[in-house]
C-alpha cells in the first residue's frame, strides 16, 4: 500500500487546540536575534509580507505581537505532530512498522521573523532547509546525517524502498538517498554519498516581480502569477561551507534567464556552523560576497549555478 498524507498545519492559519498552545507559554517564547535584514543583503532579496504590522524590513514588527506569531507557529506544529502520533499508532497496531517506509519531510521552510523575514518566499536558509526523516526498520541502521540532499531524491529514494523501477526512458533530477541510509548516520562516512552527486551541492530558486526599482523589496510577489510577468529569478546554491544567491533578470517571452543581467549577489558563510541542533538565529546575517577574500569562492559558486541550471536558457 501506498499513503500520501499531508496534513495543512502549520501552515497559515496557525489555529491549534488549547492544548497544543498550553504546551507553549507566551513567557517561554524567544524573539528571534537578528530581526533585521542581512548587512549588505541586496533589495530584491526580501520579500516584505506583513506590511499592515510594520513599516519596512528595517523596523521589525512589535515584540509581543512577534511572540505571539512564534507561539501560534509552535501550537500548530505541536498539533500537527500529535495527529501524526495516531497515523503511526495505528501502523504499530496493525503490525505493519517494521516493513513499512515512512518519509517525512515539508515542502519548504519557514521564516519567524528571523531577518526581518516572516512566511517562505524567499532563498535563504531558513526558506530553502526542510526537515527530513527516513525510516526503513529492513535496512538495520539508523543515525543523523549532516550530508546535503534535496527533495528531488525523494522520488528514486521512495522508489527503491518499495522495490519499483524508474521508468527507463524517463529522466530524473534526483539520486536515491537509500545508499546513505544503508551506511547510517555521519559517523559511518556520510561523504562516500556526497562525493557521488553530481553537484556535491544543494539548489533553489525563487522569482520576483519588481514593482519599485528604487525599492526592490516592496510589492515584489510573484505568487499566483504568471511566469511572463516574472521581472527576476533568484538562483540559490548551498554547499557545506557557503550559500550564493545569484538574482537575474528574466525574459518572460522566452521564459528563461538573462544570465549576464545580475541584479544582485549574496555570499553567506556557514563554515563552522553547527549542523545539529539547529540554531535558527545563526546563519546568514551577512552576505560578504563584495569581501575581495571571497573573490574564488563566488566565482566558483557562480559558474556551478549555471551548470545546475544550464537548461534555463544559458
Known amino acids: 500500500f501506498s499513503l500520501a498524507v499531508a496534513p495543512r498545519k502549520p501552515h497559515l492559519p496557525w489555529q491549534a487546540s488549547p492544548d497544543d498552545f498550553s504546551h507553549h507559554p507566551l513567557d517561554s517564547i524567544s524573539l528571534a ?3 533585521k535584514p542581512p548587512k549588505n543583503m541586496p533589495d530584491v532579496a526580501f520579500r516584505f509580507t506583513e506590511e499592515k504590522a510594520h513599516a519596512d524590513p528595517w523596523h521589525p514588527i512589535p515584540d509581543d505581537y512577534a511572540k505571539k506569531a512564534r507561539r501560534a507557529y509552535r501550537a500548530a506544529v505541536t498539533g500537527m505532530d500529535r495527529k501524526l502520533g495516531k497515523l503511526l499508532k495505528e501502523l504499530d497496531d496493525l503490525g505493519l512498522t517494521q516493513n513499512t517506509a515512512i518519509v517525512f519531510h515539508s515542502d519548504h521552510g519557514w521564516q519567524l521573523g528571523e531577518h ?3 512566511r517562505k518566499f524567499t532563498n535563504f536558509e531558513l526558506a530553502t532547509r526542510v526537515p527530513l526523516i527516513i525510516s526503513a526498520p529492513w535496512l538495520g541502521t539508523k543515525g543523523r546525517s549532516s550530508t546535503l540532499v534535496e527533495l528531488v531524491d525523494l522520488l528514486p529514494t521512495i522508489a527503491e524502498l518499495a522495490g519499483v523501477d524508474v521508468p527507463k526512458n524517463e529522466s530524473f533530477d534526483g539520486q536515491s538517498l537509500v545508499p546513505l541510509l544503508a551506511r547510517g548516520g555521519d559517523e559511518h562516512h556520510h561523504n562516500s ?8 551541492a544543494s539548489f533553489s530558486q525563487y522569482p520576483r516581480v519588481v514593482t519599485h526599482n528604487d525599492e526592490q523589496w516592496k510589492s515584489n510577489a510573484a505568487i499566483h502569477k504568471d511566469r511572463t510577468k516574472f521581472t527576476h529569478m ?3 546554491v548551498r554547499t557545506e561551507d557557503w550559500r550564493h544567491t545569484e538574482w537575474i533578470e528574466w525574459d518572460g517571452k522566452k521564459l528563461q534567464p538573462k544570465w549576464t543581467k545580475v541584479t544582485g549577489a549574496e555570499l553567506y558563510d556557514h563554515r563552522g556552523e553547527v549542523v545539529f541542533p539547529t540554531d535558527f ?3 546568514e546575517n551577512e552576505n560578504v560576497v563584495d569581501d575581495p577574500n571571497n573573490g574564488s569562492v563566488v566565482k566558483a559558486l557562480s559558474n556551478l549555478l549555471r551548470s545546475a541550471f544550464s537548461d534555463q536558457g544559458k
Open 281 to 283: 538565529d545563526e546563519g
Open 234 to 236: 533568484g538562483y540559490s
Open 193 to 200: 554519498h556526497r562525493s557521488s552527486r553530481r553537484f556535491n
Open 33 to 35: 536575534k537578528h530581526p
Open 116 to 118: 526581518g523575514e516572516w
